[in-house]
């Protein structure tokens, strides 16, 4: 069964920095696009950055500048490598991602990761 995991969260400081990544479990499997979004509490889920199954990527203007979306690991790990953060990025991160399963391409979810900006 196709699983994404997500890890990299955590408390980082002010101006600090941090990489997620999402994971398809298993070698079987290829991220062909992902997305990747946040969620603050009582708010809607926002896009934080995307990117193609040709490696076009995309930023939400509040993230272009401080976060690279990158796929690898033979295409079955997605990254997000964030920097400068500030305490409003303080959220839930959380990975979709398109993965090609039996030839087809089937979208899937991250559990989720904390990410906590705060001195």
């Known amino acids: 069964q196709v699983q994404l995991v997500e890890s990299g969260g955590g408390l980082v400081q002010p101006g600090g920095s941090l990489r997620l990544s999402c994971a398809v479990n298993g070698n079987r499997w290829t991220i062909l696009s992902a997305v990747w979004y946040r969620q603050r509490p009582e708010s809607e889920r926002a896009m934080v950055a995307a990117?193609?199954?040709?490696?076009?990527?995309n930023y939400a203007d509040s993230m272009r500048g401080r976060s690279t979306i990158s796929r690898h690991g033979n295409n079955n790990t997605v990254s997000l490598q964030m920097s400068s953060l500030k305490p409003e990025d303080s959220a839930v991160y959380l990975c979709?991602?398109?993965?090609?399963?039996?030839?087809?391409?089937?979208?899937?979810w991250g559990q989720g990761t904390q990410v906590t900006v705060s001195s």
């Open positions: 979709n991602a398109g993965v090609l399963v039996g030839g087809r391409i089937q979208y899937y």
């Open positions: 990117i193609t199954s040709q490696g076009a990527t």
